[in-house]
Structures are given as structure tokens and as C-alpha cells.
């Protein structure tokens, strides 16, 4: 029964923790397209790189 003393102050700080975490993310955007985030998962978009990271990455590249 003690156990409940730190259990109960311990689950309210960690569900208060996750509600500010939720509430970030909200602000922050994480939620702005979920549905195009749904549908950009399905395409099957290969592109391949351009620019200098592909002179990095590309065979028979020297390095740096």
C-alpha cells in the first residue's frame, strides 16, 4: 500500500510529460499532411541523388 505513495505522483508526472510532448508536436507540426504522408508512403518514387552528393557517393569516386 506505501507503493502506491511514489506509484500514483510517478504515472502523473509521466502522463503530464507525454501531454506536453503531444502538445510540441502540435505546435511544432508533426500533424499538418497526415493524409499526404498516408499516400506518399504508397508511390514507388526512385530518385536517384543529384548534385554533389552524388559526385561523393557515386562509383569509382576518388574521395575526399
Do not use: H, K
Not at 508536436?25 to 554533389?52: K, M, N, S, Y
Amino acid at each position: 500500500m506505501s507503493a502506491l505513495i511514489y506509484l500514483i505522483p510517478i504515472a502523473l508526472l509521466m502522463g503530464l510529460a507525454g501531454l506536453a510532448a503531444f502538445i510540441w508536436a502540435v505546435r511544432a507540426g508533426q500533424f499538418e499532411d497526415p493524409e499526404g504522408d498516408a499516400c506518399r508512403i504508397l508511390l514507388d518514387t526512385d530518385t536517384p541523388l543529384t548534385g554533389p552528393a552524388r559526385a561523393r557517393s557515386g562509383p569509382g569516386s576518388a574521395g575526399p
